[in-house]
């Protein structure tokens, strides 16, 4: 039995894709509640899933703390376990290339996630439900 407080209500418009240039990760918003997450991805799916269930100002950091591991990952820089140790100028120059070419591919969905609380993006009216806080990081299997 599904409980109303598990069901999904899309409750922020933005692109539903995040566009690599070669591929392209769907962006679900879904209750992720159950696995005590905001956001996930699934790589193996193509798939950025962000639970709508926070402040526009939460979602907004969510999603692109998501995207950032989709970016970093593009990089070659996905998995902790394979991680080697790099200097601060080798991940800003990774990160600020990463930001320039996700921003260049994705317009729309960049200026949804730095855009004022008050913007045309604003939350669908009638669904804030502040959570507890929980980890904000999907488990090793999905990043």
Do not use: W
Not at 43 to 48: A, L, T
Not at 67 to 82: Q, T
Not at 124 to 129: A, D, N, T, W, Y
């Amino acid at each position: 039995m599904v409980s109303l407080s598990d069901m999904t209500v899309k409750k922020f418009r933005h692109p539903s894709k995040l566009d690599l240039g070669h591929k392209k990760f769907e962006i679900v918003q879904q209750s992720l509640k159950k696995e005590s997450l905001y956001g996930c991805v699934e790589f193996s799916k193509s798939k950025i899933t962000i639970d709508p269930n926070m402040s526009p100002e939460d979602y907004r950091s969510t999603l692109l703390h998501e995207i950032c591991h989709v970016g970093l990952d593009l990089f070659g820089l996905g998995d902790d376990d394979e991680m080697p140790s790099f200097g601060n100028e080798y991940i800003t120059a990774v990160t600020s290339n990463m930001m320039v070419l996700l921003a260049g591919l994705n317009p729309e969905l960049f200026s949804f996630i730095f855009s004022p609380t008050n913007s045309r993006h604003a939350p669908v009216e009638g669904h804030e439900s502040p959570r507890p806080s929980r980890k904000s990081d999907c488990p090793k299997s999905g990043h």
